[in-house]
Nanobody, 113 residues
Framework: QVQLLESGGGLVQAGGSLRLSCTVS????????MAWYLQAPGKQRELVAV???????NYSDFVKGRFTISRDNAKKTLYLQMNSLKSEDTAVYYC???????WGQGTQVTVSS
């Protein structure tokens, strides 16, 4: 059974940066497109960024130019570099494959203004 472990969240001031990581157990990581999602308090989970098996990327409009998704297939790890953070980026961030596996615990990102 695949397990997802997100890390790297924390408290940061507006304008700051964080780098999230997602390690994936099992051997399926390199065969799946992967994505980052966020869930703000009281709202539904929404897509942030997607990366294909070969490294092609797509971003939601609200993070374009600020966030970068990347992957290391050898390490079975997904990354999200978050720059120029805004208070509205505050949320729990999750990673998952497409189609999704069981969800992990996520990592909390809090941006203070």
């Amino acid at each position: 059974q695949v397990q997802l472990l997100e890390s790297g969240g924390g408290l940061v001031q507006a304008g700051g940066s964080l780098r999230l990581s997602c390690t994936v157990s099992g051997s399926a990581f390199s065969f799946r497109p992967m994505a980052w999602y966020l869930q703000a308090p009281g709202k539904q989970r929404e897509l942030v960024a997607v990366i294909s098996r070969s490294g092609s990327t797509n971003y939601s409009d609200f993070v374009k130019g600020r966030f970068t998704i990347s992957r290391d297939n050898a390490k079975k790890t997904l990354y999200l570099q978050m720059n120029s953070l805004k208070s509205e980026d505050t949320a729990v961030y999750y990673c998952n494959s497409i189609p999704a596996w069981d969800w992990g615990q996520g990592t909390q990102v809090t941006v203070s203004s």
